[in-house]
Each structure stands twice: as structure tokens, then as C-alpha cells.
């Protein structure tokens, strides 16, 4: 059937100075670099590491989504 698909989930844990949105793009774009088709993403967790005071880092717990690809596509 044509619209029938499967998908893996891949776990990733983004890290950005910057914030929380730079540390799942840091994610996304370094797992495009070695997974295929990357359809969607899920932020799991949120965590960041603080030091008198301020916010000096962000970190992001997330799972990638990809369909996996039809033997001999």
C-alpha cells in the first residue's frame, strides 16, 4: 500500500550556549549530516546548567523521526 510507512526514532541530546531553540538546531543538523530523511522531532526534556546565577548552558532531549526506506528503493 502506498501511503503505509515505517519510522525509527533516534534519541538526541542538543547543547547551545545560546539557548534552547540553537541546541535543537544544533541537534537536528548534525544528525541530517549521517541519517536520511529526517521527517520530524520531539523535545523530550529540557535541562540547563547554572553558575552563580546565570545561564550558561542549555541542553535538549529530543527523538528524530525517519521513514525507513524500501528494500531495494
Given at each position: 500500500?502506498?501511503?503505509?510507512?515505517?519510522?525509527?526514532?533516534?534519541?538526541?541530546?542538543?547543547?547551545?550556549?545560546?539557548?534552547?531553540?540553537?541546541?535543537?538546531?544544533?541537534?537536528i543538523?548534525?544528525?541530517?549530516?549521517t541519517?536520511?530523511?529526517l521527517?520530524?522531532?520531539?523535545?523530550k526534556?529540557?535541562?540547563?546548567?547554572?553558575?552563580?546565577?546565570?545561564?550558561?548552558?542549555?541542553?535538549?532531549?529530543?527523538?528524530?523521526?525517519f521513514?525507513?526506506?524500501?528494500p531495494?528503493?
Amino acid at each position: 500500500m502506498q501511503g503505509d510507512h515505517v519510522y525509527k526514532k533516534v534519541e538526541l541530546v542538543g547543547s547551545s550556549r545560546i539557548g534552547v531553540d540553537d541546541a535543537i538546531k544544533t541537534a537536528i543538523g548534525r544528525a541530517s549530516k549521517t541519517i536520511r530523511g529526517l521527517d520530524w522531532f520531539e523535545v523530550k526534556e529540557i535541562r540547563g546548567w547554572i553558575k552563580e546565577g546565570e545561564i550558561q548552558h542549555f541542553q535538549v532531549a529530543l527523538q528524530v523521526g525517519f521513514r525507513l526506506e524500501e528494500p531495494g528503493a
